[in-house]
């Protein structure tokens, strides 16, 4: 058991999709060799068996395995309603287009004239809550395909059996059932979609290698882990330089003496800079992309910590303890030139000039011999 795991560990995709087909298949034979049909061949149907394998193979196996781990990012964890929600999804999305595959699937190798007239008279649903709360992900394919043979064989054997009391309304009038009223043509206007980019940054732009493995790290946590805190992280390691300011060591020692942060970790997606106004640094934890060498040196002096960011992921993996501190992001000169017009009623936006002196826009805004006249 122990080679098997490794190899589904090591190959998920092609050990669970080859156990699968192996176990559907398994389920036909089964169904042949122990419950036949009244119109059920001597010995065993291969064509039927390699029929049924080619649908599992072709749909139910990748479709497994897909369909379950994007079922296991979009709710993750084990608890009463992540499992509810997943079994609720399951079989309102997965069950239907499962079973509706085999029938129709089946139908078409067979080149039947209605491909549909098995599954309109043998539709069935089932339950997975099991698959959900016990397996890990990295075995569901395979469990369900275990916990589908003894469903499989159940629909091969209902399949063969030529059920002509079974006449409910919606199989006497298929067309009423599947399609109640026809669509009226309804009016409207065209969307301008022109406009509909959304601007933020999926990756960072940088090519670091460290950088991008801190990404790599922090997209698993974030999906997997349901804290916001690691979501906040990668959402600031995408961030440029300028949105990701420095913090100066004073202003770090300020924000944590506030009340309720004594020994938590500050984390600073950013640089920590040294300030030599600070003659007296407490003892600090902090863990940040890039501190500066007089900054680290004094922390550690003062019997602080510097932690990177892997470091982090496993001392607080959902961020348990820590305060998220940035530097500011409009402390930089070039924000003195923004607002309204420089020489304006109540402005004191810094201007743009060649340079500073009696003879160069002195008084701008105010006399029209200086740039102009409000």
Request: proline share 6%; with cysteine; net charge positive.
């Amino acid at each position: 058991m122990r080679r098997v795991w490794a190899v589904f560990r090591a190959h998920p995709y092609v050990g669970n999709v080859l156990g699968y087909t192996a176990l559907f298949a398994s389920a036909d034979v089964i169904q042949q060799s122990v419950l036949g049909g009244e119109h059920a061949r001597p010995g065993i149907d291969w064509c039927q068996t390699a029929r049924v394998a080619t649908v599992g193979f072709c749909f139910h196996a990748n479709f497994n395995y897909f369909w379950l781990r994007a079922l296991e990012r979009a709710l993750p964890g084990g608890g009463i309603r992540a499992v509810t929600g997943k079994v609720a999804v399951d079989q309102m999305v997965a069950a239907p287009l499962t079973i509706s595959a085999f029938y129709i699937g089946l139908s078409l190798l067979e080149n039947k004239v209605d491909v549909f007239e098995d599954w309109r008279q043998k539709f069935w649903t089932s339950y997975k809550a099991v698959n959900f709360t016990l397996v890990p992900p990295v075995a569901r394919t395979v469990f369900l395909g275990g916990i589908a043979l003894t469903f499989t064989i159940f629909l091969c054997h209902l399949r063969q059996q030529k059920t002509r009391d079974f006449s409910p309304v919606f199989i006497a009038r298929p067309r009423l059932f599947l399609f109640p009223f026809r669509p009226e043509p309804k009016m409207g206007v065209d969307i301008r979609h022109n406009k509909d980019r959304k601007v933020h940054r999926k990756e960072p732009k940088s090519q670091d290698i460290y950088l991008r493995l801190l990404v790599k790290l922090y997209r698993f946590l974030a999906r997997r882990c349901n804290a916001p805190f690691n979501k906040v992280i990668l959402r600031r390691l995408f961030m440029s330089r300028t949105n990701r300011p420095p913090i100066s060591i004073s202003r770090l020692i300020r924000k944590m003496k506030m009340p309720g942060r004594e020994n938590r970790i500050a984390v600073i997606v950013g640089s920590v800079t040294d300030d030599v106004r600070i003659q007296d640094i407490p003892k600090l934890k902090i863990c940040a992309l890039r501190v500066t060498d007089g900054a680290r040196r004094r922390i550690l002096k003062a019997g602080g910590q510097v932690m990177t960011f892997d470091q982090l992921a496993l001392a607080s993996p959902k961020g348990q303890g820590t305060v998220l501190l940035s530097g500011p992001r409009k402390g930089r000169e070039v924000y003195r030139h923004f607002g309204k017009a420089p020489g304006t009623p109540h402005a004191h936006t810094k201007p743009y000039i060649r340079s500073k002196g009696r003879k160069f826009e002195k008084a701008r805004g105010r006399r029209a011999r200086c740039g102009y006249k409000n």
